[in-house]
């Protein structure tokens, strides 16, 4: 089955600085990937997806680019603030099968 | 517009008793998922259901069972509790099935002694 791989499992960065996380994928038939942030104690919130027919989409403050060669992907947080301090998860799908990384927990240090 | 609501938001069980989860979707969504979470695992496909009245199997289905009551409820049974068990159990849902965002609820914290 599909394997997705995340890094780094931690990162810290200065408010208004950038934040790159980083996420792999085996199985080239995988065609919808979403990134997904948690709070603690509440449920995955989706923030951004791309699928296999796309290679780079933006909104607002966040981008996530997809090399399906490579079969990676990424998200890209700029200008980060206090309250973009969370877990971060990717994810990769076939049909109903998704696979989900192992969490990136992101600090933003005022 | 509550979206995606499980009940209970805690509990405890002993080894070997048996509970079931429930889940229900305020959004008309087709698609119904249970997923488990572990500390440095990410989120785990338990069960899904693509539509009303069918179900399958995820990536780890072994010791759990499930029924999608109607197209808002989907639950989730233990029949016998085990300590491995012990998880933060997520439902979601989605438009329809595959490659579609899913929303999630925020979650059954379940303790197995």
């Known amino acids: 089955g599909e394997n997705v791989e995340q890094h780094p499992s931690t990162l810290s960065v200065q408010e208004g600085d950038s934040a790159v996380i980083k996420c792999t994928y085996s199985d080239s038939a995988s065609n919808y990937f979403p990134w997904y942030k948690q709070e603690l104690g509440k449920g995955p919130q989706l923030i951004i997806d791309?699928?296999?027919?796309?290679g780079e989409k933006k909104d607002q403050r966040i981008a996530v680019t997809l090399n399906k060669t490579a079969k990676h992907f990424s998200l890209h947080i700029t200008e980060t603030q206090p309250e973009d301090s969370a877990v971060y998860f990717c994810?990769?799908?076939?049909?109903?099968?998704?696979?989900f990384g192992a969490g990136t927990r992101l600090t933003v240090k005022p | 517009n509550a979206g995606v609501t499980q009940t209970p938001k805690f509990q405890v069980l002993k080894t070997g008793q048996s509970m079931t989860l429930q889940c229900a979707q305020d959004?008309?969504?087709?698609?119904m998922y249970w997923y488990r979470q572990d500390p440095g695992m990410g989120l785990r496909l338990i069960y899904y259901s693509a539509s009303e009245g069918t179900t399958d199997k995820g990536e780890v289905p072994n010791g759990y069972n499930v029924s999608r009551l109607n197209k808002r409820e989907f639950s989730l049974r233990l029949e016998s509790a085990a300590p491995s068990q012990t998880s933060v159990y997520f439902c979601?849902?989605?438009?329809?099935?595959?490659?579609?965002?899913?929303?999630f609820g925020d979650g059954t914290r379940l303790s197995i002694l």
């Open positions: 994810a990769a799908s076939i049909g109903m099968d998704m696979r």
């Open positions: 791309i699928r296999s027919n796309v």
């Open positions: 959004m008309n969504h087709n698609s």
């Open positions: 979601a849902s989605s438009e329809e099935a595959g490659g579609q965002p899913q929303h």
